[in-house]
């Protein structure tokens, strides 16, 4: 069936360093992929998604490019911040199926 | 911005107790669906509703589990004899309609405590 391997965490940078959680897929057909977001006592939260191959989904400096090639859907973004601490689940839907998640990865950033 | 919410945030219940997980989906959203998350695990879906009736569910879905729609506003997930192993954050989602493009709206989550 259709899986999520994420990176292992917990991920530990200081402010302003360059993140990147790897993400990787396994789906019969072409799915949607999506980055949540769980910060400290809240829900999750929809950070991006990429509906197609080589759409590029963004959200509050964050990116993820969709690689069928590789399928891969890596989060980066170019300076995180204090506020970026929180748990980074990267997602999958295949159609009319839920959603399927990795294991989630926890970033830590430090001042 | 319109959002899901839960109640209660946290519940304790002693093994065998029946409990009801309350979730509010976002108003003109027309599937609903409930994931939990067993501490240090990935989220799982366990099952999605769709016109008052359940439209998928998953193997963890047995028959201590139910859902209801019991009027407009509300969405149930009923554990009718508790497990210890039913410990786990219990997260409610909605979404206008169905599609891998559908994005899933959640709330923020009931964690359960079964002793």
């Known amino acids: 069936g259709d899986s999520v391997t994420q990176m292992e965490g917990p991920v530990t940078l200081s402010e302003e360093a360059f993140l990147t959680i790897n993400c990787t897929y396994t789906a019969t057909g072409y799915p949607s992929l999506f980055w949540y977001v769980q910060y400290p006592g809240e829900g999750l939260q929809l950070l991006l998604k990429?509906?197609?191959?080589?759409d590029k989904g963004s959200n509050k400096g964050f990116e993820a490019t969709y690689r069928k090639e590789t399928t891969s859907f890596h989060l980066e973004k170019g300076s995180v911040q204090v506020s970026d601490s929180a748990v980074y689940f990267c997602?999958?839907?295949?159609?009319?199926?839920?959603?399927?998640f990795g294991n989630g990865t926890r970033l830590s950033v430090i001042a | 911005e319109p959002e899901v919410t839960q109640t209660p945030s946290h519940q304790v219940t002693q093994m065998g107790q029946e409990v009801i997980l309350r979730c509010v989906p976002i108003s003109n959203h027309l599937y609903f669906y409930w994931y939990r998350q067993i501490l240090g695990q990935k989220v799982e879906f366990l099952v999605s509703?769709?016109?008052?009736?359940?439209?998928?569910k998953s193997e963890i879905f047995d028959d201590q589990f139910s859902v209801e729609r019991p009027d407009g506003s509300n969405f149930t997930l009923k554990i009718r004899s508790t497990k210890l192993e039913d410990s786990a954050m219990y997260f409610c989602?909605?979404?206008?309609?169905?599609?891998?493009?559908?994005?899933?709206?959640f709330g923020p989550g009931t964690r359960l405590l079964v002793l």
């Open positions: 990429a509906t197609k191959a080589d």
């Open positions: 509703f769709y016109n008052n009736e359940i439209s998928e």
């Open positions: 997602a999958l839907s295949g159609g009319n199926t839920p959603l399927v």
């Open positions: 989602a909605s979404s206008e309609s169905r599609g891998k493009e559908e994005t899933q709206y």
